[in-house]
């Protein structure tokens, strides 16, 4: 259990038990997020066909707003840290 105890950082092995399977848990956590951004990268891309074959702009600035103060109010400051790096990552994937 030495091992285990190493990488988790617990001097105990209880406690190095509840660390391994809550970083099990995170990492689920993490494919099921990055999932959905890649999911929504996707979405956004029809969205972003549809509007440049109308004649318009890629971006709708309006509506970033919308969703920046969506997460802001949901998570505060670092919310928007966040989807500022979502929206990011779904621009221009046309």
Known sequence: MTEVLDKTGARTDDAANVITDARERIDALDDRIIGLI?????VSAVIQ???IGSGGRR????REMEVLGR?????????TALAMTMLEL???RV
């Open 49 to 51: 066909d549809a509007r």
């Open 59 to 62: 971006v709708n600035l309006a």
């Open 90 to 92: 779904c621009r221009g």
């Open 71 to 79: 997460y802001r109010d949901a998570l505060g400051k670092p919310g």
């Open 38 to 42: 890649q999911e929504r990268m996707a």
